[in-house]
T-cell receptor
Framework: GAVVSQHPSRVICKSGTSVKIECRSL??????MFWYRQFPKQSLMLMAT?????????EQGVEKDKFLINHASLTLSTLTVTSAHPEDSSFYIC?????????????FGPGTRLTVL | AQSVTQPDIHITVSEGASLELRCNYS??????LFWYVQSPGQGLQLLLK??????LVQGIKGFEAEFKRSQSSFNLRKPSVHWSDAAEYFC????????????FGKGTTLSVSS
C-alpha cells in the first residue's frame, strides 16, 4: 500500500525558534497533501490543504505566516512552524492523496510530536 | 455544513465481547466513509472504507462496518474484541470535490477490560 513518511517523528525546541516538518509520499505522487493538528485526546483538525505547485489553502483561524507550507514536488510537502511558542506544542499529522478527486483515499503519515519549551 | 458525529466518547468492552462504535454524518449526498484507528502517540491506520456498492464493508483486524443511508450512519463492529483493540477510533467522511480533505469525528476511546 501507499506509504507516507514524516520527519522528524519527535522534536523539542526552544520558544522563538522555527521547526520544519517534512512529509513524503514514498511510492506514489501526491497531487494533494493535507496538514492536520491534533491536541491530546482530541480529533484531527485540518490546518491546510496543499496542492503541488500552488499556494496552500489554510483553514479559518490558522495563521499562514506562522505555519508555512511548501509543496515543492509531487512527493514532498513541508510545514514550518515559525517562532514557535509553547501553545504550538501538538501532534502534527500529514496526509497525501494521489489525484485531486475527493474520493481518492488519503494516506496518513505517522505524525510528528512537537514540544516547545 | 458537513459534519461527523461519534456519539460515544468512551466505551469499555470486556475482552471477547462484541463491539459497535457509532458514526453519523450530515451531508446532502452519500460521502465516502472511513474508519481509522490510532494507538497512543501513533499515526492513523485505515480499518476500512466505503465508496459504493455493498453496504457491508469488511476491514482489517476483523472489523466490519455497515453503511445505512436511511440513518446516515456508518457504524463499526467487531464480533469479539481483543485487548489489543484498545485505542482511539475515528470515523471520517470525504467528499467528491477536488481538493477537499477528510472531516473527522471527535473519536471514540475504546478500553478493553479483562
Amino acid at each position: 500500500g501507499a506509504v507516507v513518511s514524516q520527519h522528524p517523528s519527535r522534536v523539542i525546541c526552544k520558544s522563538g525558534t522555527s521547526v520544519k516538518i517534512e512529509c513524503r509520499s514514498l511510492d506514489f505522487q501526491a497531487t494533494t497533501m493535507f496538514w492536520y493538528r491534533q491536541f491530546p485526546k482530541q480529533s484531527l483538525m485540518l490546518m491546510a490543504t496543499s496542492n503541488e505547485g500552488s499556494k496552500a489553502t489554510y483553514e479559518q483561524g490558522v495563521e499562514k505566516d506562522k505555519f508555512l507550507i511548501n509543496h515543492a514536488s509531487l512527493t514532498l510537502s513541508t510545514l514550518t512552524v515559525t517562532s514557535a511558542h509553547p501553545e504550538d506544542s501538538s501532534f502534527y499529522i500529514c496526509s497525501a492523496r494521489e489525484g485531486r478527486g475527493g474520493g481518492n483515499e488519503q494516506f496518513f503519515g505517522p505524525g510528528t510530536r512537537l514540544t516547545v519549551l | 455544513a458537513q459534519s461527523v458525529t461519534q456519539p460515544d466518547i468512551h466505551i469499555t468492552v470486556s475482552e471477547g465481547a462484541s463491539l459497535e462504535l457509532r458514526c453519523n454524518y450530515s451531508y446532502g449526498a452519500t460521502p465516502y466513509l472511513f474508519w481509522y484507528v490510532q494507538s497512543p502517540g501513533q499515526g492513523l491506520q485505515l480499518l476500512l472504507k466505503y465508496f459504493s456498492g455493498d453496504t457491508l464493508v469488511q476491514g482489517i483486524k476483523g472489523f466490519e462496518a455497515e453503511f445505512k443511508r436511511s440513518q446516515s450512519s456508518f457504524n463499526l463492529r467487531k464480533p469479539s474484541v481483543h485487548w489489543s483493540d484498545a485505542a482511539e477510533y475515528f470515523c471520517a467522511v470525504g467528499f467528491n470535490q477536488a481538493g477537499t480533505a477528510l472531516i473527522f469525528g471527535k473519536g471514540t476511546t475504546l478500553s478493553v477490560s479483562s
